[in-house]
Each structure stands twice: as C-alpha cells, then as structure tokens.
Nanobody, 122 residues
Framework: QVQLVESGGGLVQAGGSLMLSCSAS????????MAWFRQAPGKEREFVAA????????DYKESVKGRFTISRDNTDTTVSMKMNDLQPEDTAIYYC???????????????WGQGTQVTVSS
C-alpha cells in the first residue's frame, strides 16, 4: 500500500495562494493516476483536480479551472497543486489520492493521504 503525506495547507486571505504537496516513497507513484479531493465541514468529499500517470492528462473541477494547477515530478514521488486566487469557498481539508483510473469519483482511487487543512478568510 502506498503511503501518502500531504503538506502545504494553511490560513490565507482571499486572493492569496498556497502550494499543496503530496509525497510518497521513492517511485511509489509510478503508473498511478493522482488526484486532489476536498471536504468542507458538513459536505461530501468532492473532486478538485486529477493528473494522469504520465503527466499528460489533467482534469479540473469547473470552479477551480484557471486558478489551480496540478503537476507531478518526474521522479514519481510528488504530486503538487498550486492554488491561486483562493476564495472562502475553497476552505476545506484537501486530500491526495492515487489509483489505476483517472476519474472524479473517490471510489476510483485506491490509497489516500491524511489530508491538509486549507482555510481562506474573507
């Protein structure tokens, strides 16, 4: 089982930026599609962004297009997501996930990190 560790969350003002990172052991992410999900209090976990195993395909939730950018390094150990122009509605716990399918459903992902809190103040 792949172990994922997220980092980079924090408290920012609206309009600010954060960079989330998801790290695994050496080359552990090879051939896995990776994604970021988020869960706000009282809401279901929702898809945010995904990237294909080779970094070529990406997919984004409509409301984050143009503001968030997902990427992965060529050592297959880290997946990142740069978040610009953050808004209060982006406040949530952000989770990194990996799996064999590039989809938008949490059920399509096999392993998950523990999450990192992102809070955006107005």
């Amino acid at each position: 089982q792949v172990q994922l560790v997220e980092s980079g969350g924090g408290l920012v003002q609206a309009g600010g930026s954060l960079m989330l990172s998801c790290s695994a052991s050496a080359r552990a992410l090879t051939h896995y599609h990776m994604a970021w999900f988020r869960q706000a209090p009282g809401k279901e976990r929702e898809f945010v962004a995904a990237i294909g195993w080779d970094g070529r395909a990406t997919d984004y939730k409509e409301s984050v297009k143009g503001r968030f950018t997902i990427s992965r390094d060529n050592t297959d150990t880290t997946v990142s997501m740069k978040m610009n122009d953050l808004q209060p509605e982006d406040t949530a716990i952000y989770y990194c996930a990996g799996g064999r399918y590039l989809g938008r459903s949490p059920d399509e992902y096999m392993f998950w990190g523990q999450g990192t809190q992102v809070t955006v103040s107005s």
